[in-house]
């Protein structure tokens, strides 16, 4: 029986432990898609920014796909907060991407960061819901996992298991910057 995972809150590893259960997954003989939102990149910027994604690339049985506009600056180290028209759009092509791929069928469908949409005011706990109901709707046909910052009472009510990483301590909040094949 497939199930819904939700990995979240303000501390690091929810897309590390996503990333990890693909991992295990593909390893089994399963088919994985890994929707990214929010993380995209100029052309040529990818792996300089995300550098598990030419691995990730390279893994038989994975897909992999980014719906987002580029927030992070490499050269001026700066990250963009505000929203763009494009970013509410590239959020929405990722809800009709995933939409699409319950149809055709990886065993394994990772919506890393999805829940951080609503907390960034890029998508409506409705549109997630929505797919989440299209999802049982469609008799759970893969498993699911869920990242991002926030679990909403209406979504942690119909997942099945929810990991919450807390932040206890962090070296960013001493000044130390994202270091490479770390953090990004």
Request: net charge neutral; aromatic share 8%.
């Amino acid at each position: 029986m497939n199930r819904i995972q939700v990995y979240t809150g303000d501390g690091k590893g929810k897309t590390t432990a996503a990333l990890g259960l693909a991992i295990r997954h593909l390893g089994a003989g399963g088919r994985v898609c890994i929707i990214h939102f929010d993380k995209g990149a100029e052309p040529g910027l990818e792996d300089k920014l995300y550098s598990e994604r030419a691995i990730l690339r390279s893994l038989p049985g994975l897909e992999l796909f980014s719906c987002g506009m580029q927030r992070f600056d490499p050269d001026q180290g700066t990250f963009r907060f505000e929203n763009r028209s494009e970013d509410r759009q590239e959020a929405l092509r990722g809800l009709v991407l995933a939409e699409t791929k319950l149809v055709q069928g990886p065993s394994l469908l990772i919506l890393d960061e999805v829940l951080s949409l609503v907390m960034t005011k890029l998508v409506k706990t409705q549109e997630v819901m929505a797919f989440v109901k299209k999802y049982a709707d469609k008799g759970k046909p893969c498993e699911l996992v869920l990242t991002g910052h926030a679990a909403w009472p209406e979504l942690a009510a119909c997942v099945d298991l929810i990991t919450d990483m807390r932040k206890r301590k962090h070296y960013f909040d001493e000044g130390e910057g994202a270091r490479k094949g770390i953090e990004f």
